[in-house]
């Protein structure tokens, strides 16, 4: 389940038509990798890997409902979209990458962490040394990256910070991620929370994104068996992007060096996670917060 904000503006990334207003028609477009920028044919990346299957306690059920949710600044979240989909919610695949990225550098990346991974979902090792962390939070970004184009409207990583993880490896500086254990029911979920926002600080008033920009700030969440990563992420100059890090239960992996030891928690129950969750609404209730618009009826 993802709660996003409604984009408010058409702005085609990598999807397929777009409108030409010098000859009013729909043009086709080339689709694009997210990460490297070439065009062609893409390729399907599992947001859950292929090779969790028999580590994930899942349902088998034939089909998995998709909902996302949208409200206009503090307004109640309303239900703007379902989907129902074929197959487990594990098997979702998003058609963004190309060929090259995905048998390459994202495969590599992926098998450096599949060990500490299952380690972490398994509870049978706890611990990250310092270059597993980093991995992992690699592996985090990735993921988060990938997901933010299943509404590719509303997508908030700049395109040089993807391909400066596909190049070098390099993390965005204004992501912050965790993880930690969880006590919930359900195994498998995803969960995206984001806006546009301007925030007002001692007079100065951060300027409105540019036009190519649809979001600002966003809170993604995935549950992979019993572990729970975070990844927040602000590009709002006047705001402490520390406001929205986890309260408590959860280890910091980005920005950070050094190990990693997840023993020492309690896994997180209901109402940790839920706080977790909602920490961009709690954030944007206060002051001096404007929001991009308008939304799109």
């Excluded at 996003?4 to 009013?24: A, D, E, H, M, Q």
């Excluded at 859950?48 to 503090?74: N, Q």
């Excluded at 402490?240 to 896994?267: H, K, T, Y």
Aim: some cysteine; aromatic content about 8%; proline content about 6%.
């Amino acid at each position: 389940m993802s709660k996003v904000n409604k984009p408010y503006g058409f702005r085609p990334t990598s999807v397929g038509l777009f409108f030409c207003r010098s000859c009013k028609a729909f043009m086709k477009r080339n689709k694009a990798c997210i990460f490297c920028g070439k065009t062609g044919n893409l390729t399907k990346e599992h947001l859950w890997p292929k090779w969790l299957d028999g580590h994930l306690l899942v349902s088998r059920d034939p089909a998995y409902i998709h909902r996302t949710f949208a409200s206009e600044r503090l307004e109640p979240f309303k239900l703007v979209r379902s989907q129902e989909r074929q197959g487990p919610v594990t098997t979702k695949r998003l058609r963004v990458v190309c060929a090259s990225c995905n048998n390459g550098w994202m495969s590599r990346l992926e098998s450096s962490v599949k060990l500490p991974l299952l380690g972490l979902i398994r509870r049978d090792n706890l611990a990250l040394n310092s270059q597993e962390a980093l991995q992992t939070a690699r592996w985090i970004a990735l993921k988060t990256m990938v997901a933010e184009h299943d509404m590719s409207e509303a997508v908030l990583t700049l395109p040089e910070d993807r391909l400066a993880l596909c190049e070098h490896g390099a993390i965005p500086t204004y992501f912050r991620i965790w993880i930690a254990s969880h006590g919930l029911s359900s195994l498998t979920w995803y969960f995206r929370d984001s806006k546009t926002i301007s925030v007002g600080l001692d007079g100065v008033i951060d300027p409105p994104v540019p036009p190519s920009v649809d979001r600002n700030i966003q809170l993604t969440a995935f549950a992979i068996g019993r572990l729970l990563v975070v990844c927040a992420a602000a590009r709002v100059a006047a705001l402490d992007p520390r406001l929205i890090d986890p309260e408590v239960g959860m280890v910091n992996i980005w920005p950070q060096s050094g190990c990693v030891d997840l023993a020492g928690l309690q896994p997180m129950n209901k109402e940790q996670v839920d706080r977790t969750l909602l920490a961009l609404r709690r954030l944007t209730s206060g002051g001096r917060v404007s929001y991009g618009g308008p939304i799109p009826r």
